[in-house]
């Protein structure tokens, strides 16, 4: 720390003094240090909260799949397409066959 201060043109001499501001700035220091690893949790957190919250905007308004059509096993019988039954002709009145 001194070196530091040295290096900016303040020089401590030992003393109670010289102790105080070591002391007060070791405090600084961890507490600044604190106050970032908490930002750094906190940051960690409100990301993880955005992302679920995005994710439930996206289920809730992402388009549906369409329904998927279960496909016939390798082997198994075909059913038979079905043809159209044929419409009975109205019978015509007043001719009778004999």
Known sequence: ??????DKGIELKEGSYANGIQKGCTLLADAINLSQKG???AKGE???KL????QAIH???AP???P?????????PKPKPQAPKPKAKPAKRGSVKR
Request: charged letters at 30%; proline letters at 10%.
């Open 46 to 48: 409100v990301d993880k």
């Open 64 to 66: 549906k799949p369409p």
């Open 68 to 76: 998927v059509v279960q496909a016939a096993k390798p082997g198994a």
């Open 51 to 54: 992302d679920q919250m995005r």
């Open 1 to 6: 720390m001194s070196g530091f201060l040295k």
């Open 59 to 61: 289920e809730a308004t």
């Open 39 to 41: 930002l750094n949790r």
